[in-house]
Nanobody, 126 residues
Framework: VQLQASGGGLVQAGGSLRLSCAASGRTSDGYAMGWFRQAPGKEREFVAAITLGRSRTTYADSVKGRFTISRDNAKITVYLQMMSLKPEDTAVYYC????????????????????WGQGTQVTVSS
């Protein structure tokens, strides 16, 4: 599975951006796809995720109500609509995908994901 992320850029605080992650290769409804981000000097952290089968979504508390993750199964593409952006949202954003291997799972864990895309830079100016 290969992941291609796009849509990053520079935006003023309060603005919006939409990130896209296109997957190619072997995925199925048994997969989850997610977004993580890493700010300079910080560890990579979970942002949002969605299961491709039932479209179950999970968000980090810091982005709830501002970010929306969605998917287009026909294109095997996942989107991250980011609104009301804040300077603290500045980071390199990575998309990830992986098979859901058990009944109980946590989409926030990086270990859930087998495949990672290249990052896309999001910069929010104050």
């Amino acid at each position: 599975v290969q992941l291609q992320a796009s849509g990053g850029g520079l935006v003023q605080a309060g603005g919006s951006l939409r990130l896209s992650c296109a997957a190619s290769g072997r995925t199925s409804d048994g997969y989850a796809m997610g977004w993580f981000r890493q700010a300079p000097g910080k560890e990579r952290e979970f942002v949002a995720a969605i299961t491709l089968g039932r479209s179950r979504t999970t968000y980090a508390d810091s982005v709830k109500g501002r970010f929306t993750i969605s998917r287009d199964n026909a294109k095997i593409t996942v989107y991250l609509q980011m609104m009301s952006l804040k300077p603290e949202d500045t980071a390199v954003y990575y998309c990830a995908a992986g098979p859901i291997r058990s009944v109980i799972y946590d989409l926030r864990l990086q270990t859930m994901y087998t495949y990672w895309g290249q990052g896309t830079q999001v910069t929010v100016s104050s």
